[in-house]
């Protein structure tokens, strides 16, 4: 574990959240990406509850993890700010999956996996990529376009200081990454048992 940074929360390496998971002896998981994303692969066994959704319904969700939780997301960015929610919502004993799912099947541990959709990172640069490629072209027609290039590069830099994404969060809630079932009541029923584990 790691506690070298006060505003993160401790971390577990993929082989020993493994180790724990091989045992019987597994944490509750909760992976953080989109509904889309954990469809498309995620840890047999984890619940998925969106950063969004985490972080609007804290509370709610605070009173339904009473255990240790290890937060997962594609490489621990998204986990990392559900653990700062989590934290301020009063939940001890909090971990984030160092590296996420990305280093988890490096390991080739065990992954349930669905039909492939883009990760949100992935969409996030096609989108920003695309805004300013079309600015950059436009603005030999129309000038004025290089500020939209130049205002899509602030906000990268700011997501990237900030450890957020303005972008993605908005990505994140269009019907292509959200699915069916991506709601509170749901994500509560799932948490208690009423309908069983996801994985």
């Given at each position: 574990m790691d506690r070298t940074d006060p505003t993160r929360?401790?971390?577990v390496?993929?082989?020993t959240l493994r180790a724990l998971v091989d045992s019987g002896r597994a944490p509750r998981l909760l992976d953080v990406r989109t509904p889309a994303?954990?469809?498309t692969a995620h840890i047999p066994g984890a619940y998925n509850v969106p950063l969004d959704l985490l972080r609007e319904h804290r509370d709610e969700l605070r009173r339904h993890l009473d255990e240790e939780v290890v937060l997962i997301?594609?490489?621990?960015?998204?986990a990392n700010q559900a653990g700062r929610?989590?934290?301020a919502a009063g939940l001890p004993h909090l971990r984030v999956l160092d590296g996420g799912m990305l280093a988890w099947e490096k390991t080739s541990a065990p992954v349930r996996r669905g039909t492939p959709r883009w990760d949100l990172e992935r969409q996030v640069r096609l989108v920003a990529g695309s805004i300013v490629l079309a600015s950059v072209l436009g603005s030999v027609l129309v000038p004025g376009l290089k500020w939209v290039a130049a205002l899509i590069g602030g906000g990268l830099t700011?997501?990237?200081l900030t450890?957020?994404?303005a972008m993605g969060m908005l990505l994140g809630r269009l019907p292509y990454n959200r699915g069916a079932g991506c709601d509170l009541d749901g994500v509560v029923a799932q948490l208690r048992g009423d309908t069983g584990r996801q994985g």
């Open positions: 929360a401790a971390t390496d993929a082989g994303e954990f469809a997301c594609r490489s621990g960015a998204r929610a989590l934290a700011v997501a990237a450890d957020t994404c």
